[in-house]
């Protein structure tokens, strides 16, 4: 999808949802789907993920992957539904950019800032041997969540699973600063999200400069990858044309600005170029290590099994 654009390249994940969409079975007045299957066929039934149908929403902004996101339960329900690390919160988030749940960015990052406290909390008061734990161990400590960020700011869901490919709608970079991401004191957020059709779409984008004396510059990138391309902008009363992947936006000391931004979808060979530096300006390319270099005093040892497993194998022995 990132390099052709072509939707149909979601329909294998399309065939799946509505295949398991076909074994659903009503249960206490909840539509609920197989996730298991065994010798004894489709089994462990539960409400169907709303996960999936958004990322493909987003990706496709097709009014039937939308409708696969209200299969997954009651539309009231999906405008109460918060999660500081993702996954069914996505449906929320859904709701809000297209006109409910005006409330979303406060609930949701109430239940972020709740959720880092409760992870710092775990981490003081854990007494667990290192040694004795699996990796899973730490997945729900760890205060780093970013869901509602990614949301709020980009108008995006994050990627399913980590390490996957963040295909956002918009990227900032701090002009003043020459980097990645908002400029101190400003504040971002995408309320809006209007798809005309799977070429051409438009979001509402709040920008504040929180601060009372310093003027900040902006750069905004159309797409994570400049996959995309803005062509025009209304601020007002005022519509600017400009038919590029970037555009800067300049807020001055104590100054908040609206804007519908327009955009086509998928037109431009997705890279890591940026406003601030391109691969033909000589970024750098990462090398392999050189194996003949000696790294320093940097050791790995690596025991087969696991310490639990172990721990376990010496008890039965």
Known sequence: MLLTGDDQMLNLARSQFDHLWTLRQKNNDEWQVPYCHSDTGWNDYRPMSPELPVQLWHLSGSSADADRILRTG????LNHTFSARGGGGDAGWFRFVNGHSPGYPEHILQASYHAVAQALDEIRRDDTDPKKVYIQHWIHKNPVICNALVQLTTGSPNPIY??????????????GQERPGLPSDVSALVDQIQVKNPQK??????????SPIHCRKIYLQAGTFGQHNF?????????????????????PPATSIEMRISLARFVNTPSYDTPLKSRAEGQPTIKTRNPNINPGNVSFSWKTGHPINEEENETND
Do not use: C
């Open 231 to 251: 062509d025009q902008m209304e601020i007002g009363q005022t519509t600017h044309s400009i038919d590029s992947k970037w555009s800067e936006v300049r807020l």
């Open 201 to 210: 779409e438009s979001f509402r984008l709040q920008l504040i400069n929180l």
């Open 162 to 175: 980590h390490g996957g490919l963040l295909l956002a709608r918009l990227r900032y970079f701090d002009s």
């Open 74 to 77: 009651d539309p009231n329900r």
